[in-house]
């Protein structure tokens, strides 16, 4: 299968007035198209850093990224946006959506930044929010949705582009445990659909049993979970 993401000896490292704080020693990682990844370790062990490289939203001080067969880690500011806004998909565990714009608009908008016409982003997002069970929804703010129905435009939002690899915070995290494993039902399906790699950071062991393989955090490097298939 195609390989959507790599990190290879990925190195950062932070420094301060009260010295240097290495949070990543030589982190290796590939995702394939199709595969869906738990990222399960505890808080200040590097999740956030580990994404943010991952998503271009931060570079290593060492190491390679590879997104979708393209390196990508070392590429300058704005070569790395416009990789970020075409391959990569973020989901938070607070949506972020645009309160003022309709959950049509808010999956339109990432489209039209990436220069695709409305008219075809439009229907690209009427398709998605209907995959999601949200047709009924799309003319409404996200004040006017449930915090279930505000994630799931937000994860059309993120698919919105075909990116190669979706990355997830705790993208469950505020929601109840119903409303949760619905919307995780949701992203599972149409993730591997679009043949896209997702990380997927989470405290949940029920979500992160569910998916292909479990990785964790050790001393600044990215290692399996025993037990977990592959």
């Keep these: 299968m195609a390989e959507r993401l790599r990190l290879t000896g990925v190195v950062r490292t ?6 240097a704080l290495e949070v990543l020693r030589g982190a290796d990682l590939a995702l394939e198209a199709g595969e ?10 590097g999740k956030s850093t580990l994404l943010h490289i991952a998503g271009l939203l931060d570079s290593p001080d060492a190491g390679q990224v590879m997104v979708d067969g393209s390196d990508a880690g ?21 949506h972020h ?10 999956v339109v908008l990432p ?8 008219p075809a982003a439009e229907a690209r997002a009427r398709e998605l929010l209907g995959n999601f069970g949200l047709a009924p929804r799309v003319d409404h703010v996200p004040g006017k949705l449930s915090g279930g129905e505000q994630q799931r435009v937000a994860i059309a939002r993120a698919l919105a582009n075909r990116p190669a690899v979706l990355l ?7 929601l109840d445990a119903a409303t949760a494993a619905h919307v995780f039902d949701e992203l599972l399906a149409t993730t591997r659909a679009h043949g896209a790699a997702a990380l997927i950071a989470t405290h949940n062991p029920e979500l992160a049993a569910r998916m292909d393989r479990i990785v964790t955090l050790r001393d600044g490097r990215v290692v399996s979970v025993p037990g977990i298939p592959r």
Excluded: H
Excluded at 97 to 106: R, V
């Design 36 to 45: 869906i990844v738990a990222l399960v370790a505890p808080s200040g062990t």
């Design 168 to 174: 997830a915070d705790e993208p469950t995290g505020n």
């Design 74 to 94: 070392s590429l300058a500011d704005a070569a790395r946006t416009a990789i970020r806004r075409v391959s990569i998909g973020f989901v938070y565990q607070f």
């Design 111 to 118: 489209q039209m930044i990436a220069g695709i016409a409305r």
């Design 14 to 19: 932070y420094r301060s007035d009260a010295g």
């Design 97 to 106: 959506l645009l309160g003022e714009f309709t959950a049509l608009e808010n």
